[in-house]
């Protein structure tokens, strides 16, 4: 006899119940209540397989409610994946386990997102809906037919990102995409109704999406609203009515159960009130094998898949793509030649989007766009289309003024694979995209940020628009490559890493104001990929290395030749990679930066960081308040980022450290 549902569903509460009290942390109160949803998500319907965790053409299922994780470790250990062992299960929260306190994409195959961040799930599920739609637009049907599934907790439905993500997905008709709202009516603090009145389906219907309401506790009404989603071309919202804790008698309702062990008293009236007698971490076998037998229904899907793909002449292409390889070759270096013979004295702007147009020639798997300031961050490029509703085989995706809803879209389509997503907007509002940069570098996706107008120098608009703290303060996220060219030359190079850094993301701060081509000579080498290199050595003795980024080497360049003019010898140094720089040998290190010399950092933006390059005899010239509206030229004088400012703070440290 088949095993109900409920019963496949207990599995789940016993677990998510056992693994927080064996941690003594955590959060039972989620999974308890989703649980029968989630079974019949993971039974009935999500295509999946658990012994190819990355098939390609398999559903996306995201957990937008990080914090229920034990949902997901249940889910993936009960249908049969290899990991979590049920010993991973046991170790939840320690060291060691693949069991995070929440999901890491990083840890486990079958968690498709790192997700805990409230609202960012369901944000990068729809980049990865938006990646299916354009791969299956270039590849169809045969190679690329799937859907995502996304469960969120009220927390995600309050966020702002929801709105920027449900009002994109709308907009797109994301038909794919289905969420399951856990509407428990209870948060941390306790009953939603002490901070949200609002009326969330009404919401979504005005976004452009379906919805549709379920006793999430009852398996006819889930099937019978997900059947109504699949049903219909928008993307769907399925509002599943629960009970967080649902099966603790004692606690159940409450935000007791939401993050908290339930303790031994209430797990033994849990396990009386479910009819659940096996002791912690068991589960009879009759429950074990339904559940895996569910897991193994994918495996014909999988199978008749492999059968297409390997007769498909895009074979080759397709998984080129989708493991994120590169093609073999570039025209990345004719493009380098012809900037050696024609010096371009454009914006950084300008030279990425030249750069680009060499890139999106060459690589079918790029996806551009800007949150809205496309003529500004010059992100697209002459071939490319629109991606729209009517035609998802675009490669350029106007994000509109939604730059945290386009940092978690992209990181949902570098998670999902085939494509390579680039975005821009200013370097100031980096700030609103911050959370997702934050979970690039974390979950290790391929993303690069294209932020223009990255300091005072972009002029009249002011200090609300003029990055100062920016730089420091994205040099600081661990696992992400910010790259600050000088020059076209450099803009290429850095566009060529940014590409080849398969783990992680990316970002590049560029210039609104033109700026001279430095590099006149074409090198063998990417010098960029050094993250620091000498541009030019002293010519008289050397008392002085400059270190530079971006505008600022030019500045580094007047401040060599009035020094040298004194018969003062000064290196300049462009920097347009702090770490790339630190991942460098020592030898090198050491020939770019040596001891000696006084050291003298000039970068238009806070000048904290600086000290560990130049040391504490150093001079670091910065800006370390607000910029002001003004022409750039004005500004760069006003704020002393000219030689005439510059030179006497050097002779004046060279004379204090000779003194000292
Ligand atoms: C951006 C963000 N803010 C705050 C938190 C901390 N937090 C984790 S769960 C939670 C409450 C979420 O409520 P709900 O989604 O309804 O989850 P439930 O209590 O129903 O499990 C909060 C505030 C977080 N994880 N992410
Ligand atoms: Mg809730």
Redesign the pocket.
Known sequence: MAVPTRTLANAIRALAMDAVEAANSG?P??PM?MADAATILWTEYLRHDPADPKWPDRDRFVLS????SMLIYALLHLSGYERPTIRDIKGFRKLGSPCAGHPENFLLDGVEATT????QGLAMAVGMAIAERHLNAQYGDALVDHRTWVVA????LM?GINHEAAGLAGHLALSRLIVFW?D?R???DGA?ELSTSEDIEARYAAYGWYHVRCDGLDADSVRAAIDEALADPRPSLIACRTI?GYGAPNKQGT?AT??AALGADEIAAARKALGWASPPFEIPTEIAEAWRAAGARGQGDHQVWRARLDASPDRDEFMRRMEGRLPEGSSRDEYLDWLAANPQNVATRKSSEMALEWINAFLPETIGGSADLTGSNNTKTKAQKPLTKDDYSGRYIYYGIREFGMGAAMNGMALHGGVIPYGGTFLIFSDYARPAIRLSALQQARVIYVMTHDSIGLGEDGPTHQPVEQLAGLRAIPNLAVFRPCDAVETAECWSLALRRTQGPSLLALTRQNLPQLRLERSAELMSARGAYRLRAAAAPRKVVLVATGSEVQVAVAVAEALEEQGIGADIVSMPCWSLFDEQDAVWRADILPDGPLLVSIEAGATLGWERYTGRSGLNIGLDRFGASAPAGDLFERFGFTAEAIVPRILESLQNNRSG
């Open positions: 959060h109160g989620m209540g409610a990080g914090h229920g805990g961040p409230l609202g907790g009220d927390g995600c966020e856990d428990n209870i948060t941390i939603t967080i935000a939401h993050g």
